[in-house]
């Protein structure tokens, strides 16, 4: 059996990712490692130590810390990792960017200096999660591929693309079997309630203002969790080493369009009044550095991995609505003081 260790698993992507390893990769033990910050939740993980009492195991170590990283390869026959741990919230990295610089640059680089230590002749394969925004932004027409040069706007998107020319470095320097992946808007349970859809529903049903930046007219690109982990397996059992895969499932929406059609959705789940719901609108003062517009061209890894996203928009959009609305415990957990006061600071009173 395979041992697969996940970074960042506890959070919104790693989470589903850990769920489908364990329930279709039977081949596979998968070790968690997550520093649970405050996007990660053990609640995210529940139930799998009972379900798969030997193919599972979870350690809270920070990503930056090599002595744990180390002991970590040493009790464990790790041959694969995924890592997504990150600092993931664009509007977090304005706020404070070195929290960002610290995971994403060096956590990606201590654990891939770990991953060397314990490999050293070659074993083992290391997937980097990284995300379309490395690209930076685009004007109205036109898609990134896996050419584009990387031009990221915000400390975020800087962080991840550093982290990304070191593990493409690891392979060309080390010979290590390193790549990349780089997904678009993820949508799906378990998503932070920061994140756009979780936190237009969130408020929908708390009967709070809905506020989007701008005037809601910035365009992005939505996939559906489960399709990105799929494309994320496929390129970890497929790919050659130092490849860079975009993955994404050509789904570009505006900012206003999308929040209109979780109206259009949360008003016909719950019985609440559209109109009422359209009336709780408010445009907010746009982020600094607002990507325009961004849109993936994932041909490459259709072509060479064989991967179809399979969930349409309209379909994955009403999932998972439902989910958070039968999941209303889960997000009020979370929607903590400390959570509250991030809110406040952007987006005001
Ligand atoms: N969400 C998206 O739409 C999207 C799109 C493309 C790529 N990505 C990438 O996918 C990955 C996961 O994103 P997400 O939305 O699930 O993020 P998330 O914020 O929901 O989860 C991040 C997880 O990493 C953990 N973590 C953070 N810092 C850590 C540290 N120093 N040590 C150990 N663990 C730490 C957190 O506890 C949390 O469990 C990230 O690398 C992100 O850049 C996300």
Not at 327 to 344: D, K, M, P, Q
Request: glycine share 10%.
């Amino acid at each position: 059996m395979k041992t697969l260790l996940v970074t960042g698993g506890a959070g919104f992507i790693g989470s589903n990712f850990v769920r489908m390893a364990l329930s279709e990769h039977a081949g596979r033990r998968v070790v968690v490692l997550d520093g649970l910050t405050y996007a990660g939740n053990l609640e995210n993980l529940e139930g799998l130590q009972e379900l798969y009492p030997e193919r599972y195991r979870f350690v809270r170590a920070d990503v930056t810390d090599a002595q744990a990283l180390a002991s970590l390869f040493a009790e464990e026959a790790v041959e694969e990792v995924v890592h997504f741990a990150a600092e993931s919230h664009v509007d977090r990295s304005i706020l404070g960017p070195m929290a960002f610089v610290k995971t994403n640059v060096m956590g990606t680089a201590t654990l891939l200096e770990a991953a060397r230590q314990a490999w050293g002749d070659g074993r083992g394969r290391y997937l980097q999660v990284s995300t379309d925004e490395v690209y930076g932004a685009l004007g109205d027409a036109g898609a990134f591929t896996e050419e584009t040069p990387l031009d990221p706007s915000s400390p975020y998107s800087a962080s991840k693309a550093g982290a990304d020319h070191l593990v493409l470095a690891y392979h060309r320097t080390y010979g290590m079997h390193t790549l990349i992946t780089r997904c678009c808007n993820n949508y799906g349970p378990y998503q932070f309630p920061e994140k756009l859809i979780p936190f237009m529903i969130a408020r929908m049903v708390s009967g709070d203002t809905l506020p989007v930046y701008g005037r809601g007219e910035n365009v992005r690109d939505w996939i559906h969790v489960d399709d990105h982990n799929r494309g994320v397996f496929l390129a970890l059992e497929k790919s050659g080493p130092g490849q860079v895969y975009n993955l994404g499932a050509r789904c570009e929406l505006r900012n206003i369009d999308l929040v209109r059609a979780l109206i259009r959705e949360v008003a016909a789940q719950t019985g609440r009044d559209p109109v009422e719901l359209e009336r709780r609108l408010a445009f907010v003062q746009d982020r600094p550095g607002h990507d325009w517009r961004y849109a993936i061209d994932p041909s490459k890894a259709v072509r060479e991995l064989g991967f179809r996203p399979r969930v349409a928009f309209e379909e994955g959009l009403g999932s998972t609505v439902a989910w958070y609305l039968a999941h209303e415990g889960w997000w009020r957990r979370i929607v903590s003081g400390e959570y509250l006061e991030y809110v406040r600071k952007q987006y005001g009173a």
